[in-house]
């Protein structure tokens, strides 16, 4: 305060009363405080900014987009106070430990502040630098748990610098308080834990689709925190759970169906059962103009035709003789017309599978992978062979079973009226 000297000679040759002397200082340490603010956040910040945007290295620049410079230069100004204040004449020694301590807390707390965007802007690059390692193993969540840590050592610091006692008095007294912070602190602990096992195990990445009835969570990873994961359904609405929760709870990650390259189609046609018979020559003849079914009826015709030779030969009843059947043959052409669609997925399990009668009819299961994972593409794939199989049944001399509807009922009267004599 050696520059307020000429001032508060010029105040003593006017008369002026002590507390004026007083007052002036005040203004004046705050005129100091406040243009050391404007020198640093103009000057420095200035030319720190024009640096690191000549740099070619772009990631330097999250310093200045999560403002971990910007906090660090208001610890200026409170150092000016911090110091300046002692140099108030007429202050009470109290009023200037308050100060003191009141801008130490602030620097502490500024600092804690600035260190914390830091490690956002760490967060930053890390995701920057590596973008396909940071959605496989994101560290966000770490870095949640030492802000958490920072905040919490710098309060206790404030709190001690503000009512002047050592930090290790506080600490002292947080062995009686450890069960009330289990307790506020319970979801934290038991989210870092569920981020430490999903990131170490893999089970979660951002991208992954999730499925979780339980929370009604269907649909792409979007971020993965410490306390909770983000999940964009696929009506765009937001689901966030609790990190915890995907350690305590089931949930489904379709991440190996997108990986593999392969999606997979498993749906059935109700055959009706009444309609499955023995080909006849005649029918087995038409059948064969499908080149889907040429070679089958071939090796199937001269297989059959050798094992009933051998049993007729054997003087075995002509009952016993083994028939083509119209379900038989409508299973061999699906098999064949999934091995020739150019959009199923060859290299991974085809089959076409009868499953137990049931009531409602006899389920042909298809049972394939198309060879694309995209969703929209796949339903399409999908629609277009259960298009196909449902229009060319009918060759077969099968039926699908259905419901009787009101149109069934319709036709069964008039037929029935018809009927009538």
């Not at 989210?191 to 951002?206: E, G, P, T, W, Y």
Request: proline share 5%.
């Amino acid at each position: 305060m050696e520059l307020y000297e000429p001032i508060r000679l010029w105040m003593l040759e006017l008369g002026l009363p002590p507390w004026a002397d007083t007052l002036v200082a005040i203004i004046v340490l705050l005129l100091l405080a406040f243009v050391a603010d404007r020198i640093t956040r103009q000057g420095l910040l200035r030319f720190i900014r024009q640096v690191v945007l000549a740099t070619p290295n772009q990631y330097d620049e999250a310093l200045l987009d999560f403002r971990a410079v910007s906090r660090l230069a208001h610890v200026v100004p409170a150092l000016v106070v911090y110091f300046g204040i002692e140099q108030i004449p007429g202050l009470a020694e109290g009023v200037v430990v308050v100060t003191r301590n009141v801008a130490a807390a602030y620097m502490i707390i500024t600092v804690a502040l600035a260190v914390a965007a830091l490690l956002s802007a760490i967060d930053d690059v890390y995701e920057k630098l590596d973008p396909e390692r940071a959605r496989h193993k994101p560290i966000k969540g770490y870095l949640q748990l030492v802000k958490i840590i920072l905040f919490i050592v710098a309060a206790i610091l404030a709190i001690a610098t503000l009512i002047d006692r050592s930090p290790l008095l506080l600490l002292s007294g947080l062995g009686a308080m450890t069960a009330v912070l289990m307790l506020v602190f319970k979801d934290t602990i038991l989210s870092f834990v569920a981020a430490v096992q999903l990131s170490s195990h893999d089970m979660l990445r951002v991208g992954d689709w999730l499925e979780m009835p339980s929370l009604n969570a269907d649909g792409d990873v979007i971020d993965i925190a410490l306390h909770t994961v983000k999940v964009q359904n696929w009506d765009k609405t937001i689901t966030t759970i609790p990190t915890w929760r995907l350690i305590n709870e089931p949930f489904k990650n379709w991440r190996g169906m997108s990986e593999s390259g392969g999606r997979r189609i498993r749906r059935a046609l109700m055959i009706d059962q009444t309609s499955v018979h023995f080909l006849s020559d005649a029918e087995r003849d038409s059948l064969g103009r499908f080149a889907l079914l040429h070679d089958y009826l071939q090796r199937k015709t001269a297989e059959l035709e050798a094992h009933n030779a051998a049993l007729i030969a054997s003087g075995k009843d002509p009952i016993n003789v083994r028939r083509v059947t119209n379900l038989g043959t409508f299973r061999a052409y699906v098999a064949a017309y999934l091995r020739a669609h150019p959009k199923i997925h060859q290299g991974m399990t085809l089959m076409v599978r009868q499953l137990q009668p049931t009531p409602t009819g006899l389920p042909l299961e298809i049972y394939c992978f198309t060879n694309t994972t995209a969703w929209v593409e796949y339903e399409g794939i999908q629609a277009d062979i259960f298009d196909h199989l449902y229009a060319i049944v009918g060759e077969f001399g099968l039926r699908i079973f259905q419901e009787p509807s009101g149109q069934d009922l319709r036709v069964w009267g008039q037929q029935a009226e018809r009927a009538t004599p």
